[in-house]
């Protein structure tokens, strides 16, 4: 443990900003100083390290503050397990979320506190990618939809919307549904799942259309499609009672991931399932949606 001295008050309540990380040394320091640079000044950082074999601990100490609580677990690959410890240490009524490859607009936090009235708060992010060591180039956003009207509904009807370190929620909230799942057959997915959960428990969510995030594509950030496969098989027999009422938006995954796979004879094994157990205008859906969708997404 590191500077574990946590009252920082200065009328204003208090935001825990978790960061899990695992030899991520060459990214954290821009995370973290994304966080020291923010105009909204009441804020600890848990930085939750998975047994780092780089410089990620001397780089956390370099930073001298008492803001900072650093934690060491084994999470066994599964980053909720990160996410969770980081939640239990946290003191904040606010918790925000932010990826150790990934870094925030100075404004992100004050930015956010300004909406009243809802629970879970996220934001547009844009892409970038890292040119060298000082420099990285922004492009892109990962069009994040506004899903507050009807968060739970959207959410499952439609697909993953918040990007996890755009996402700021209440503390209660994340403890009154256990926190993220740590079932190894989620890995990848577990953002999305809480997401709903907190959406069903009745959440209120609010979404700012500003860009407030810069997300790292590229490299651990893309899904492998047999990983796709796993999540998508945990997540429909966890929301839906039959292939009937399984979304849209996972059955292309499912074909996605199958053709990346070049696991032909399933995909075409899928789509007469989609076709006989559903519909042909279901069939038709999914595929214009597999056509129009991003590579890599």
Excluded at 56 to 83: D, P, Q, W
Excluded at 89 to 100: K, P, Q, R, S
Excluded at 195 to 211: D, E, H, M, N, T
Aim: proline share 3%.
């Amino acid at each position: 443990m590191l500077m574990n001295q946590t009252t920082i008050d200065n009328g204003n309540v208090l935001v825990s900003v978790i960061v899990p990380t695992y030899n991520h040394a060459s990214h954290l320091g821009r995370a973290l100083r994304s966080v020291f640079k923010q105009t909204y000044e009441n804020w600890e950082l848990i930085v939750v390290d998975n047994h780092s074999t780089d410089n990620t601990e001397a780089l956390v100490e370099s930073f001298s503050s008492f803001r900072i609580k650093y934690l060491k677990i084994n999470n066994h690959g599964v980053i909720a397990a990160s996410r969770n410890a980081g939640i239990e240490a946290a003191e904040g009524e606010w918790i925000a979320f932010l990826d150790a490859d990934d870094f925030w607009s100075e404004n992100k936090i004050e930015s956010c506190l300004t909406m009243n009235g809802v629970d879970f708060i996220y934001h547009q992010v844009m892409l970038y990618k890292v040119k060298n060591e000082n420099t990285v180039e922004i492009f892109g956003d990962l069009n994040c939809r506004d899903v507050s009207n009807d968060p739970y509904k959207n959410l499952l009807g439609s697909g993953p919307a918040p990007q996890t370190s755009s996402v700021i929620v209440k503390r209660q909230c994340l403890l009154a549904v256990n926190g993220f799942d740590e079932h190894p057959d989620i890995v990848g997915g577990e953002d999305y799942d809480l997401w709903v959960r907190l959406a069903q428990s009745g959440c209120k969510f609010g979404f700012q259309p500003a860009i407030k995030s810069y997300y790292l594509t590229g490299g651990n950030h893309v899904t492998a499609p047999h990983r796709s496969l796993i999540i998508v098989d945990y997540l429909s027999k966890k929301y839906f009672e039959s292939f009937s009422q399984i979304p849209d938006w996972m059955h292309k995954s499912v074909i996605a991931s199958n053709i990346k796979l070049k696991r032909y004879c399933e995909t075409l094994r899928y789509t007469k399932d989609i076709l006989f157990r559903k519909s042909f205008l279901a069939l038709i859906r999914v595929y214009i949606l597999l056509l129009t969708s991003r590579v890599g997404k």
